[in-house]
């Protein structure tokens, strides 16, 4: 079992920022994927940044790219996202998600983004962008 906890969500003005931290503990593995997901109301959960400790490369979605930054804390087994600029439609309840199956960097790079990838979810954090 691995355990997530989202923590950095709030509320922010329209061109300000937030950091989310999302810290993994229990049965983490040392080849693994994380991302982050978020969902707003009457839409499907979508991917907004990926992590794979192979190579420790990252990927972003279009709408994000630019503005977000995800970064791992090895020693802390946490995942961040830093998010600047951000925006009204980034208005979200944010998740945490985590994956010990071992993928190929290909693999990762190309599904990144698709949930069942990972087995593992934290409870979420909103993000509240005002205009």
């Known amino acids: 079992q691995v355990q997530l906890v989202e923590s950095g969500g709030g509320s922010v003005q329209a061109g300000g920022s937030l950091r989310l931290s999302c810290a993994a503990s229990?049965?983490?593995?040392?080849?693994?994927?994380m991302g982050w997901f978020r969902r707003t109301p009457g839409k499907e959960r979508e991917g907004v940044a990926g992590?794979?400790?192979?190579?420790?490369?990252?990927y972003y979605a279009d709408s994000v790219k630019g503005r977000f930054t995800i970064s791992q804390d090895n020693a802390k087994n946490t995942l961040h996202l830093q998010m600047n600029s951000l925006k009204p439609e980034d208005t979200a309840i944010y998740y945490c998600a985590y994956s010990t199956w071992a993928r190929s960097p290909q693999y990762v790079s190309d599904h990144w983004s698709d949930e069942s990838i990972y087995n593992y979810w934290g409870q979420g954090t909103q993000v509240t962008v005002s205009s």
């Open positions: 229990g049965y983490t593995t040392s080849s693994y994927s």
């Open positions: 992590f794979n400790s192979r190579g420790r490369t990252t």
